[in-house]
């Protein structure tokens, strides 16, 4: 698993590494060394100014700057504090830097070839002000190129937040695995191309320390996805429900439809005002269209207990006539709730909460708006401290999963497990991107897989499907391009 730590999880992995054997000091110099690797990439003899702070980030810094005078390079480095004041292991370093130790304020920063900027990392602990605020603003303004040592300091590794200030990195070098600051934005925007080096921590550290936040890659959910079998038929591969719109807003459901299908729904019918016939029978002749003139008919369409996943919502329609479709829908169901269908429980999250109750499993695939429109005034979960940290408390709020989309999509569960997606590209910001993602998480749903994972696997291939399309793209291309995604996944995994 790829997994994310956070700067608790990070000093944790620190201590368990002594234990099993390999000092703090010795981390040290490997972290600080691989700063150096990434630095020594520049030409000689590149000038490279090392900003130093207080804490061991200053100390990878000493080291670095040691090892680049070593290897050539013209390095000068300044420390925000007093030497004095050093400590431990970032003591140490300091000792072994044989060259002058500068005020910060003399150094003119646009000299420099490149920037080392180890002034704070998993210790940031409060916004940076005063002397660190203006040395960070001095850097970012130099216009020099800056590598960042964990993180560009001023960014909280956990929230992915700048405190106060921080300077755009063109590198990050980070230690033993990523943290979430590196992949929520802006943090990840900050960071620039983010290198991750082996320091030589156990990866039995995971063991004991469990992290419950991770990259989504398939490795998160490869075990329950759902692979097609040579003795497997169509009723074996799921059967997905998407209930539409009439004729003026059937587009998105007619997209979530394909997400469905193409995501390996052995079967999917769509529930639709009889208005909206043409429109989905145009759209992809696989689909099966039922008529739903009123609630009775969905109630009947529904008395088939094998249509057990419904995704509900995209072109829907707010207010009570959605949520009369939602409490037919409930009860025992797969549910995926999007657009509309969120929208129509506005303020009143802790009614969605008794619905998912009522489910075998609910996803929710909200938008930053709609996920602000649930959740008014519920500050607990509004103002959690990063978007990580929404997307749990929302989760265990509604015993949901929770996709709280955008560049950094994060997927939640109620039991505390999180992924933060990493491979959307820019241009999937797009009208009908979200009904398809809905659609293809109802898909994966219907083939029975739990509702994190689906969650989880639908927003990776729907990110990988936008790669696919390529720039251009728009919503109708996605469920296509999801052929050539599979078709790689499955070499990945192995299918012939
Ligand atoms: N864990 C590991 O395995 C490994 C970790 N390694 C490295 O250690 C780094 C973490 O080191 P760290 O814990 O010493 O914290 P760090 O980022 O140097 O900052 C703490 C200092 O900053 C200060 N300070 C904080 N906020 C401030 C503010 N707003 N404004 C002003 N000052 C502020 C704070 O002062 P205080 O809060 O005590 O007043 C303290 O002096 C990590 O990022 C990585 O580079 C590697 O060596 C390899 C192995
Ligand atoms: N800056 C971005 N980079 C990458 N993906 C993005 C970005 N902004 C939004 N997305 C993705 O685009 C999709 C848009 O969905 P949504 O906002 O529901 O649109 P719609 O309602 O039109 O379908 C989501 O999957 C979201 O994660
Ligand atoms: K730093």
């Not at 959690?384 to 950094?408: E, F, I, Q, T």
């Not at 696997?457 to 919503?475: C, F, S």
Request: glycine share 12%; charged share 20%.
């Amino acid at each position: 698993m790829h997994a994310l730590l956070d700067p608790q999880e990070m000093g944790q992995a620190d201590r368990l590494a002594a234990e099993m054997g390999t000092p703090s000091f010795t981390l040290m110099e490997r972290a600080g060394t691989a700063v150096a690797d990434v630095v020594a990439r520049f030409p000689l003899p590149t000038r490279v100014i090392v900003l130093c702070g207080p804490g061991n980030n200053g100390g990878d810094g000493f080291v670095a700057a040691r090892v680049l005078t070593q290897r050539g390079f013209r390095v000068r480095v300044a420390l925000l504090g007093e030497r004095a004041r050093l400590t431990g292991d970032a003591r140490r370093a300091a000792e072994r830097w044989r060259g002058t130790v500068e005020e910060p304020a003399v150094l003119d920063l646009t000299e420099a070839g490149v920037i080392v900027d180890a002034l704070f990392g998993a210790g940031l602990a409060r916004d940076l002000d005063g002397a660190a605020k203006a040395l960070v603003t001095r850097m970012a303004a130099s216009g020099r190129p800056i590598v960042a040592v964990d993180l560009p300091s001023g960014l909280d590794g956990a929230t992915g937040k700048v405190r106060g200030a921080a300077a755009q990195a063109q590198e990050t070098i980070t230690f033993f695995r990523r943290k979430p600051g590196h992949l929520l934005e802006p943090g990840r925007s900050l960071c620039g191309r983010v290198r991750v080096a082996d320091i030589g921590i156990p990866d039995a550290v995971l063991d004991v320390i469990r992290p419950a936040t991770s990259v989504n890659m398939p490795d998160l959910w490869r075990p329950v996805f759902p692979l097609p079998s040579a003795l497997g038929h169509k009723y074996d591969r799921g059967h997905a429900v998407v209930v539409s719109g009439g004729a003026w807003t059937c587009g998105a459901a007619r997209l979530s439809a394909r997400g469905a299908l193409r995501a390996g729904a052995g079967l999917v019918t769509v529930a639709l005002p009889p208005d909206a016939l043409p429109l989905h029978a145009a759209s992809y002749a696989a689909i099966m269209p039922r008529p739903m003139a009123c609630d009775d008919d969905l109630a009947a369409l529904l008395a088939d207990r094998r249509l057990g996943t419904v995704v509900l919502g995209p072109g829907l329609g707010l207010g009570a006539a959605t949520r009369a479709k939602i409490d037919i829908t409930a009860p025992g169901r797969r549910l995926v709730l999007d657009a509309d269908a969120l929208t129509s429980y506005a303020g009143v999250p802790w009614a969605l909460a008794d619905l998912a109750a009522r489910t075998a499993g609910l996803i929710i695939t909200p938008h930053e708006g709609e996920f602000a429109r649930l959740f008014a005034g519920d500050r607990a979960v509004l103002e959690a401290p990063s978007k990580l940290a929404r997307a749990r408390a929302a989760a265990a709020r509604l015993g949901a999963v929770v996709v709280l989309k955008g560049a950094d999509t994060v997927v939640a569960a109620p039991d505390g497990r999180a992924a933060i997606a990493e491979n959307a590209p820019a241009y999937l910001a797009t009208a009908g991107a979200g009904d398809v993602l809905a659609g293809m998480a109802g898909g994966l749903l219907a083939q029975a897989m739990p509702p994190f994972e689906a969650a989880a696997a639908a927003v990776w291939l729907h990110g990988e499907a936008a790669r696919a399309a390529g720039p251009g793209l728009v919503a109708d291309d996605l469920p296509e391009a999801l052929r050539e995604v599979y078709r790689r996944l499955y070499e990945l995994f192995g299918v012939r």
